[in-house]
């Protein structure tokens, strides 16, 4: 008797081992193999053996013809930015984000906005009835004879509704809730998702419609289900927020036809999700700042923004605490250990908590010298000038070193009215804001 063949699959990455495994080899998780039915194994292997056995011949590179990438505006300034520069015409993209951040209303309003356009949309939907989105059409101004609604979970289905009219945008809403009935697993499955991705991506290049993924995020904030779902897409885009907020932040992770760089900056409005038109004093406060409030500029992709940081240094009552809210706990530790090292402060007794305000996320090292800044002023109780930013990246040596984008962010601080700045070099461009030179971090108390 022929022995019975076994196979076991990641449900985290995808990957395959005959025998079971306690931790992916593949992605280091625990308790994610399972093993597969007889249905799914010869799924899996009739898929391989399906695969085509024509032969590509390798040409010279500069026997290539270039692409000339093609655009078209989403009618979000901000998504365009983050797109970088517009929607590509079959483009496969993902878009993340946390339970109501605002992924279905955005793109529920991108689709209004290309059906008022006289093009048609189809949105899908495996999570909401027609009459459920129809509901938050009216609410966006989403109304359009051209968009269409399908509320919808076969794979089959829906891609005999997109191939029965020229649709020139997508939305599903979203991938794990779709099913292929040729795919013998649960909807949300590594096999499931991998098939659908892969038709969704063929049906995008092959008509050249551009098909705008949602996908929910787990509790580590990474895509629920398989990572080959972000690697066959050409754009993953993140949404982060803080729930009491009103901004929401959407950010690229991967884009085959432009930078990541980019962040787009969203309000959430009785309107839905709208771009945020200024963000001039949404970080800070205008007013006299207070006893351990420090300014300082950060680059959010290609736009410079003003943001207030926060400290409270207190007697420790037992083991002295360290948090921080919007920056790296780590890099707050060792800021600390260089205070103690360098102007002999006693923080070790002190319990020190520090807060980005607007709940924005800082990702860059040119908002150290503020965070320095703003510890000093709750330990010593004293308020630092309202009209002054602190910008610079402090090394484990003390040192202040200069910054990405010096002139740019000088000049938007010009721009909102400040008047003087704590930087770590010279400005090389001519500018109006005094400027006061600090390589040390011993030197930023002359400056307080």
């Known amino acids: 008797m022929a022995k019975k063949k076994t196979l076991f699959e990641c449900q985290a990455c995808g990957f395959q081992t005959p025998r079971w495994l306690g ?12 093993e597969l039915t007889t249905e799914q194994i010869k799924f899996v292997e009739e898929s391989k053996g399906s695969s085509s056995k024509t032969t590509s011949k390798a ?5 290539v013809m270039q692409e000339n990438i ?6 979000s300034k901000e998504l365009d930015l983050v797109l970088g520069g517009g929607v590509v015409p079959g483009s496969l993209t993902l878009i993340g984000g946390s339970p109501g951040i605002g992924k279905s209303t955005l793109l529920l309003k991108i689709a209004g906005n290309l059906a008022k356009n006289s093009q048609n949309v189809l949105y899908v939907s495996g999570e909401e009835s027609a009459g459920q989105i129809k509901l938050r059409a009216d609410r966006l101004d989403a109304n359009h004879k051209e968009l269409f609604l399908l509320a919808e979970i076969n794979l089959q289905n829906i891609m005999q509704e997109i191939k029965s009219k020229k649709y020139g945008f997508i939305v599903i809403d979203s991938i794990q809730t779709l099913y292929s009935e040729e795919t013998p697993s649960a909807p949300g499955s590594v ?21 705008f993924i949602i996908g929910h995020i787990t509790k580590d904030g990474s895509i629920a289900g398989p990572r080959v779902l972000e690697h066959m897409v050409d754009t ?21 036809f432009g930078s990541t760089n980019e962040v787009g900056i969203f309000e959430m409005s009785k309107n839905g999700l709208l771009d945020a038109k200024s963000m001039a004093g949404r970080f800070f406060n205008k007013d006299k700042l207070a006893s351990g409030s420090a300014l300082t500029i950060m680059m ?19 083991h002295p605490k360290r948090s921080s809210t919007g920056f790296d706990n780590n890099r707050l530790t060792m800021l600390l250990a260089l205070l103690e090292k360098k102007l002999d402060l006693p923080l070790g007794t002190y319990d020190v908590f520090v807060n980005i305000s607007g709940g924005i996320k800082i990702n860059e090292p040119a908002a150290d010298l503020a965070i320095i800044a703003a510890i000093l002023s709750s330990y010593r109780n004293r308020e630092l000038s309202s009209e002054t930013l602190f910008l610079g990246e402090v090394s484990l040596t003390g040192e202040i ?3 990405s984008a010096l002139g740019q962010r000088l000049k938007e601080i010009e721009t909102q009215g ?11 461009e001519k500018t109006n804001i005094k400027c006061y030179i600090a390589n040390e971090v011993s030197k930023v108390v002359e400056w307080m």
């Open 23 to 34: 931790k992916c080899t593949g992605c280091n998780q625990w308790d994610t193999i399972v």
């Open 59 to 63: 040409i010279p590179i500069t026997e």
């Open 70 to 75: 093609e655009r078209f505006s989403s009618g």
């Open 191 to 211: 096999t499931q998702v991998r098939t659908i991705t892969f038709e969704l991506m063929r049906i995008a290049k092959s008509l050249d419609i551009p098909i």
């Open 236 to 256: 993953v885009l993140y949404f982060e927020g803080d729930p009491n907020s009103e901004l929401r932040l959407l950010r690229g992770f991967k884009n085959r």
């Open 300 to 318: 959010e992709g290609s736009r410079p923004i003003i943001i207030e940081i926060q400290a409270l240094v207190s007697e420790a009552y037992g």
């Open 401 to 403: 070193r200069e910054v």
């Open 418 to 428: 400040f008047s003087k700045a704590v930087i770590p070099t010279k400005p090389l």
